[in-house]
């Protein structure tokens, strides 16, 4: 017996893809790497700060992408990392990134220590389209720690478009002072503390009684779902969402790593 | 070159076995799979292997463990930058299940696809001769389920989105045909040692 399948059909998997890609990217913009300049630094939390970088030929982004930053040493060692976007897309020529200090980290530890406005990083990007929010549909969001960045540029550009579609954040931090962007959120924004909260707010894990009732709002052609955080965290929050009914196939994860 | 002020980076160790631009993760085995981790036990897991092939066939677990056992001892590359150093997987090389089916000779790529779903694209020649495998333990034990088990692909000279967890089957194809992360912006190969990560490089 002789199979002739995908010779001239495109290949479709048996199950349907549990994430679909959202938006196709561009691979010049992806590939090419360009001079960013730090022009500002805001402290977040004691472990956290905002970095502003002025990127003049940033060719735009959506909610949920992110780039790579390069630094390079004097005897050319060069280190690379991923770092989520945190900033809605505008036409300010600027993009922000918001960095946890990782201990022994050799990138995030140049920001945070030595870094100042004025330096320069090469940067490019923006890349993969999977994780991005245009912005047209339902979105619950559910992050934890720094897992809240890429989040809040889709919360931000909910806002600067004053969209009505519904969109809903649930974030967990161990502490209020360990909350990043705590001044900004709104009634879009449950806080969830694990360690320690403000007085009247309980402690404990991210669960089926924050997850519950607003999968319950069920907004016109439902939810589509971002998780993001540690993979422990992205388990836990993933499994929280099926349990409670949401489809699979509308679960998007992006892990730490 | 654009030097950056102030950094030096982690202590230079020489190392021949890191490919460009990765750091060596240590002990750590980051989890970055796009979508939820399935329940899927031993007993619901198959692999079917088609397209240009004379035989197609389905394996269960029972069946694809009768294949002469095989092993990985290496290295392992993340596009995101991390590698992994000294892992061994245990399972069956893919040549075994090849050999079954036996490609057509217009075979020139593969479509491996997740039972999730997911799909990666592969040069026929990149999972063959001994390059790739079905691996379905870690260190001498079960994979466990973030890390693909019961069974994912492992094809370690490329970077690692390539090695798709809870692997369904494979389909010979005589085009390429881009998969997930390569239909978002990732290269159509991914060789660590060209630093091939995004589409362009």
């Known amino acids: 017996m002789t199979e002739t399948l995908g010779t001239t059909s495109s290949f479709t998997p048996p199950t349907r893809f549990a994430v679909p890609g959202r938006i196709s990217v561009d691979d010049r913009a992806a590939s090419v790497w360009q001079t960013a300049t730090i022009t500002g630094i805001r402290r977040e939390t004691p472990r956290v700060a905002t970095f502003r970088l002025s990127v003049p030929a940033w060719p735009g982004h959506l909610p949920g992408q992110h780039l790579m930053v390069r630094l390079r040493a004097q005897d050319g060692y060069v280190a690379q990392r991923h770092y989520s976007i945190a900033s809605a897309p505008d036409d300010t020529g600027h993009i922000e990134l918001t960095l946890d200090h990782v201990d022994g980290g050799e990138v995030s530890g140049w920001f945070h220590t030595v870094a100042e406005p004025g330096d320069t990083v090469e940067v490019r990007g923006p890349v993969s389209g999977f994780f991005a929010w245009p912005g047209d549909r339902p979105a619950l969001l559910l992050g934890a720690g720094s897992g809240v960045v890429p989040l809040m540029s889709m919360v931000r550009h909910h806002r600067a478009r004053r969209s009505d579609v519904p969109l809903r954040l649930l974030v967990s931090a161990r502490s209020p002072e360990e909350l990043i962007y705590a001044s900004e959120y709104g009634s879009e924004t449950t806080p969830v503390f694990t360690r320690s909260a403000p007085a009247g707010v309980p402690v404990g894990r991210m669960s089926a009684a924050h997850v519950a009732p607003l999968l319950a709002e069920r907004p016109p052609g439902g939810w589509e779902a971002y998780v993001c955080g540690s993979n422990g965290f992205a388990e836990h929050a993933s499994r929280l969402l099926v349990a409670a009914g949401q489809p699979v196939d509308r679960i998007r994860i992006e892990r730490f790593g | ?201």
């Open chain 2, 1 to 201: 070159m654009h030097v950056t002020r102030g950094f030096t980076g982690r202590p230079r160790v020489p190392n021949a076995a890191l490919p460009p631009g990765q750091y060596d993760a240590g002990d750590d085995w980051p989890v970055l799979s796009a979508e939820v981790t399935p329940e899927l036990t031993p007993q619901e897991w198959t692999f079917r292997v088609d397209g240009l092939v004379e035989r197609p066939r389905t394996w269960t677990w029972e069946q694809a463990h009768a294949l002469p056992a095989s092993a990985y001892e290496g290295d392992i590359h993340c596009v995101t930058s991390w590698s992994k150093f000294g892992v061994r997987f245990g399972g069956v090389s893919l040549d075994a299940f090849l050999d079954v089916v036996r490609p057509h000779g217009s075979a020139t790529h593969v479509v491996a696809y997740a039972h999730t779903g997911y799909t990666t694209n592969l040069p026929l020649a990149d999972v063959t001769g001994g390059r790739a495998w079905i691996a379905w333990e870690y260190d001498g034990r079960p994979l466990a389920p973030e890390h693909g088990g019961p069974a994912r692909l492992i094809v370690p000279h490329l970077y690692f989105w390539k090695s798709a967890k809870w692997i369904a089957g494979l389909r010979l194809l005589d085009h390429d045909e881009p998969g997930f992360w390569e239909s978002n912006g990732y290269h159509p190969r991914g060789n660590p040692w060209e630093e091939q990560r995004y589409s362009g490089d």
